[in-house]
């Protein structure tokens, strides 16, 4: 059987405003928000639109838990496949119960009914084919899965649910169509799950994507009283000059103030306050008002990565190297994760400073030591012929020869080829002892009981900074946290920099803690 392709969608079909992209998917049977009610949201259908017609290459979109996100998903790419002839989508559930639903929404649009149905040659779960030419995937967010294919329009639902190193095997799928006059995208939708996950760690990259937002009071439908739909007595009495009922009438008024009057959404409002009762204050707050939570349920959540001027965060430039004072190695090892080298100096006072860091990857233990030696000139070898054995990656000394040396003590291979090439008399000392317990000093330094930093970080040293901010510990349910840090599965959650920093605070510390309260 051939299949004739028919370019069947002409420009004047095509959605070109807002308000007709909205009429679209009124005849599909769903009406979205079209404005937002809360202070710096955006409506719900604005973010369509911005998917629609591709504003930013990357977009990721947090919206409130059960407030249509996926279902708004699935309608714009339903509308892409239609009116754009030949355009291709991959759309990656996190979980494959998340990939069933988009799937699920996307068969009523094409079903007998749906009102999509003629313009679809055939629809099944690994692909839709458009009689237009378009087609679209619906993908578990496995490795396997995101391995394959190159659609112009890459969107994952739920993001922040996904594995990391799903994720970046998926950022090389979309590519542009340029036959077709059709620019790769990338969109990312999710509910904020994780204090630290997906979303968090792009929001707080160097170059963050832009985010849109919105919650669940965005998208419920109006509380005006009518057609059957409840009405804000609280708001009603505010306007008529009456003094607020204690407690509310509705248990979202605090949250509200009767701004849902104004709604133009889809959810009702006994849906959300069912939702609010049983939620905890940290998922309603996160996963059902888009609000950040950046400091929750991280092992060092104390730790300041603004840079100051004075010391009074953990980042400054007053963290520079002293050469009236000794310097130590903090040293853990890797090969697919990186070996870390800290250059570590303490104060009098008992402050420690890391003042620099070498941070490589698949190197192995001698090539990683000619990082670190040749800057003090123990191996004998030019600095040319060092940059050119190790790719020009150097601390930025010189700087004075470590006294001490503190590796990793599980690690016997690195801790002998420490000690055959120091051979200026720095000796190699190893401390062993539980995570917990190395964690617990190193947030007695990370900020005192005195409000006071006993850790400064020069800002050069860049992927300790990072991890210090970002290492998570295990979630044992919304809002609760265990003592251990989470698994650093898929390099998810990674701090070879802060055990490095870990493993020589330990050894040079261990019960006496110098200076702090």
């Not at 999509?116 to 899965?145: C, F, I, Y």
């Amino acid at each position: 059987m051939v299949l004739h392709l028919r370019r069947h969608a002409l420009d004047s079909d095509r959605p070109e405003t807002p308000a007709q992209l909205h009429a679209f998917f009124a005849r599909l049977g769903f009406s979205i928000a079209t404005q937002a009610v809360m202070p710096g949201m955006t409506a719900p259908m604005e973010a369509l639109w911005h998917i629609y017609r591709r504003t930013w290459p990357v977009l990721q979109v947090m919206g409130g838990r059960g407030s249509g996100k996926t279902r708004g998903l699935s309608l714009v790419e339903a509308a892409k496949a239609k009116f754009y002839p030949g355009y291709s989508i991959a759309h990656i559930g996190a979980t494959r119960a998340q990939a069933m639903r988009c799937y699920g929404y996307f068969r009523q649009y094409v079903g007998p009914g749906g009102g999509l149905q003629g313009d679809v040659w055939k629809t099944r779960l690994t692909d839709t084919v458009w009689r237009n030419g378009s087609h679209m995937e619906v993908l578990p967010g496995t490795v396997n899965a995101v391995s394959g294919g190159h659609p112009v329009l890459m969107s994952i639902d739920e993001f922040d649910l996904l594995d990391q190193q799903v994720f970046q095997q998926a950022i090389g799928m979309p590519q542009s169509d340029v036959a077709a006059g059709y620019s790769s995208q990338i969109v990312l939708t999710s509910a904020l799950y994780h204090s630290n996950g997906a979303m968090r760690t792009l929001l707080s990259s160097d170059q963050p994507p832009v985010t849109l937002r919105w919650t669940v009071i965005d998208a419920m439908e109006p509380c005006d009283g009518r057609r059957g739909r409840p009405a804000c007595l609280d708001a009603i009495a505010a306007h008529s000059g009456q003094p607020p009922s204690n407690p509310p009438r509705c248990p979202l008024w605090d949250i509200c103030r009767g701004r849902a009057q104004n709604a133009t959404g889809h959810k009702a409002r006994e849906d959300v306050i069912h939702e609010f009762d049983l939620a905890d204050d940290f998922t309603w707050r996160t996963q059902y008002m888009s609000e950040d939570a950046e400091r929750a349920g991280l092992v060092y959540e104390h730790f300041d990565a603004n840079a100051s001027d004075d010391g009074s965060t953990n980042v400054t430039a007053l963290a520079e190297y002293d050469p009236s004072l000794q310097v130590y190695w903090g040293l853990d090892e890797g090969w697919e994760h990186p070996s870390v080298c800290l250059f570590i100096q303490q104060r009098d006072d008992g402050t420690f400073v890391v003042f620099d860091e070498v941070y490589e990857r698949h190197l192995e233990h001698d090539r990683f030591l000619d990082c670190l030696h040749q800057p003090f000139g123990l191996d004998g070898r030019s600095r040319e012929s060092w940059f050119r054995a190790v790719r020009g990656t150097k601390p930025r000394g010189p700087y004075a020869k470590p006294r001490r040396v503190y590796p990793d003590p599980s690690a016997k291979q690195l801790q002998a080829a420490i000690a055959r090439r120091l051979r200026s008399g720095a000796r190699v000392r190893t401390r062993q002892t539980m995570v917990a317990d190395g964690v617990s000093l190193l947030r007695r330094y990370v900020r005192t009981n005195r409000n006071e930093r006993r850790l400064l970080i020069h800002p050069r040293c860049e992927n300790l900074i990072r991890e210090m901010g970002s290492w998570r510990l295990t979630q044992a349910a919304p809002g609760v946290w265990e003592d251990e840090p989470e698994p650093n599965v898929g390099n998810r959650n990674p701090s070879h920099a802060a055990d490095a920093l870990r493993y020589a605070m330990v050894a040079m510390v261990g019960r006496r803690l110098p200076g702090v309260a």
